[in-house]
């Protein structure tokens, strides 16, 4: 299985923007929009944000985007809020990378 | 509304068994792929492998196959993750979670999630 790198951490200040990176030969142009993000607050179970590279699943803010060019995907994160600090986990699939290593976002 | 309901926290010594549940709700379970994601204290999230309840079909990942078995009861809308043998190095949180699209026995995401199961094993 390849794998999907990610940075270990990211910061940002209440009402920046952020993004966050996730590289790996499983992420290319073509019909592969599979890429997901999921948020993980401490003690809690991961939570989907974006699934098929930039869709959000009802009830995400849209201060939350995901889009993809060659073997990176990125989320960017608008309007940064306490509450958004918490680890984020890109993923593809389950037969290449189903998981990046995490980064960990620290709200300043 | 989708529910996947997991036992809190369940605590064995090396070389015992254990089952652990992911009880669903809300949704028709043979439907879709159930998956099972590993962390450890302090680390990211593993895939062990996925199962489509309407027919065992399973698939596990590399890491995962022959150290843990996965299944369904169809008849109570439940799947299982299961050791037979449990090492020191099993102590982890173990998630559940619903694949949201999945074809072909891949899963592309998962959409709805369990709150973990806390497996400690002692030795």
């Known amino acids: 299985q390849s794998a999907l790198t990610q940075p270990a951490s990211v910061s940002g200040s209440p009402g920046q923007s952020i993004t966050i990176s996730c590289t790996g030969t499983s992420i290319h142009d073509g019909p592969y929009n599979y890429v997901s993000w999921y948020q993980q607050h401490p003690g809690k179970a991961p939570k989907l944000i974006i699934y098929?590279?930039?869709h959000r699943p009802p009830g995400i803010s849209n201060r939350f985007s995901g889009s993809k060019s060659g073997n990176t995907a990125s989320l960017t994160i608008s309007g940064l809020q306490a509450e958004d600090e918490a680890d984020y986990y890109c993923s593809s699939s389950t037969n290449t990378s189903p998981f990046g290593g995490g980064t960990k976002l620290t709200v300043l | 509304e989708v529910q996947l309901v997991q036992p809190g926290a369940e605590v064995r010594k090396s070389g015992e068994s254990l089952k652990i549940s992911c009880k669903t709700s809300g949704y028709t379970f043979t439907n879709y792929w159930i998956g099972w994601v590993r962390q450890m204290p302090g680390k990211g999230l593993e895939w062990m492998g996925i199962?489509?309840?309407?027919?065992?079909?399973?698939r596990y990942s590399p890491s995962f196959r022959g150290q843990v078995i996965i299944s369904a009861d169809k008849s109570i809308s439940t799947a299982y993750l299961q050791w037979t043998s449990l090492k020191a190095s099993d102590t982890a949180m173990y998630y559940c979670?619903?694949?949201?699209?999945?074809?072909?026995?891949?899963?592309?995401?998962?959409?709805?999630w369990g709150q973990g199961t806390l497996v400690t094993v002692s030795s």
């Open positions: 979670a619903r694949g949201g699209y999945c074809t072909n026995g891949v899963c592309y995401h998962f959409d709805n």
């Open positions: 199962i489509y309840p309407g027919d065992s079909d399973s």
């Open positions: 098929d590279v930039s």
